[in-house]
């Protein structure tokens, strides 16, 4: 299985400048490869990969208006190539049908404005030296903060300077995950706004909303920048505190959600979460509290980490009626406004907590449809 292993580098001034360099020509080189395309395609001519790359790296090197794509490494033009190559061919795949998911829109062209850069480099445009160092092609040897060691040699690279000007090395490597002792213990999670999840053992964990912690702060961040002319320095240091106030948020809460999930999957052998539509759910009144849950990420780690260590991961059809039914005798009591967070059945007369028992029904479900797919008995017992 592939992997990426991210770790935080410290360039010196100098390095940064030929990073912002290599940044602005693999910028360009994408947007005039995915410009040749274009216009072979509104003139009935095919290009190759070979072709494009040629046009737009090895030629233009020898223009005027070019030549100075000869002071980067190749290697990082050659992977915005293919970059664009594969922005491409995903948008036609995905018009034909050949793309499983959501429809992706055509490439866009980049620019120098965009918040987060980033370049690509395979084995032959860096490697890792004995002193800790990670040596990057046309810029030198770069500090390194390893926090972990990689598992294997890593085939390829990328360097990237997010929002808050904070860079960063992600290594892809191959890794052999060894599966997890197994256990018997099983959960459904119910996902909610008051309290983050309900698990179906009764266990609650707390939402830390992290966002709403820190909205005084970035308020005050907000309204500083606003203030400041527009293309002084001082609205560039204003962005700049607002940016790292927004990655100290971010950071927290993905660190929180890959905690949560690491125990949620070492501690059970199934896992069963209702499939939420996060983007309708986002255009509603409750967009900054749904955001901020984080739901997807949650649940892209659990999945994640279940296929790495041998756990089952299944989602549950969104339209499953997790909140009417009884999860004792299975009668369906209809729809209820979210105010309401207790209700009795009618027919035998249990009490239940909203939360537990939608987290007992997703269980029960997608236990049931994983024992079908493995061939085993539909319906769980009661």
């Excluded at 955001?291 to 279940?306: C, I, L, N, Y």
Aim: with cysteine.
């Amino acid at each position: 299985m592939q992997l990426r292993y991210q770790y935080r580098v410290y360039p010196t001034p100098g390095q940064q400048h030929m990073l912002a360099r290599s940044f602005g020509c693999a910028r360009v080189v994408f947007n005039d490869a995915l410009r040749a395309r274009q216009d072979a395609y509104a003139a009935g001519v095919k290009l190759s990969d070979t072709d494009v790359q040629k046009q737009v790296v090895t030629e233009a090197k020898k223009t005027p208006q070019r030549a100075w794509l000869a002071e980067v490494a190749s290697v990082a033009l050659v992977q915005s190539v293919r970059d664009s190559a594969v922005a491409y061919r995903n948008w036609f795949d995905s018009m034909s049908g050949k793309r499983k998911g959501r429809k992706v829109g055509a490439p866009r062209f980049r620019s120098r404005k965009d918040n987060r850069q980033a370049i690509r480099l395979t084995r032959n445009g860096f490697s890792l030296r004995p002193n800790g160092k990670l040596y990057i092609a046309k810029v030198g040897e770069v500090t390194v903060a390893w926090s972990r060691e990689l598992p294997s040699e890593p085939s390829s690279v990328s360097i990237i300077k997010d929002a808050a000007g904070r860079y960063f090395a992600s290594f892809v490597v191959e890794t052999t995950d060894v599966a997890l002792p197994e256990c018997g213990a099983e959960v459904g999670i119910d996902l909610g706004l008051t309290t983050f999840a309900v698990l179906s053992d009764g266990e609650v964990i707390e939402s830390p909303k992290f966002l709403r912690q820190a909205e005084r702060r970035l308020k005050k961040a907000q309204q500083a920048l606003s203030h400041k002319d527009k293309g002084s320095r001082n609205r560039a240091k204003a962005r700049m505190r607002v940016a790292k106030a927004h990655a100290t948020v971010a950071d927290a809460r993905k660190d929180w959600a890959h905690k949560q999930s690491t125990v949620i999957i070492r501690e059970n052998q199934a896992v069963f979460v209702e499939d939420l539509c996060v983007t309708g759910l986002a255009r509603t009144r409750l967009a900054k509290s749904v955001h901020d849950a984080g739901w997807a990420m949650f649940t892209r780690m659990v999945e994640e980490k279940a296929a790495r260590y041998g756990r089952t991961f299944v989602k549950v059809d969104r339209w499953f009626p997790s909140s009417q039914l009884c999860s004792v005798c299975g009668m369906k009591d209809g729809p209820k406004p979210l105010s309401i967070r207790e209700w009795q059945c009618a027919a035998c007369g249990v009490v239940h907590d909203r939360d537990l028992n939608a987290a007992k029904n997703i269980h029960a479900a997608g236990r049931a449809e994983w024992l079908n797919a493995c061939g085993g008995t539909v319906n769980p017992a009661v």
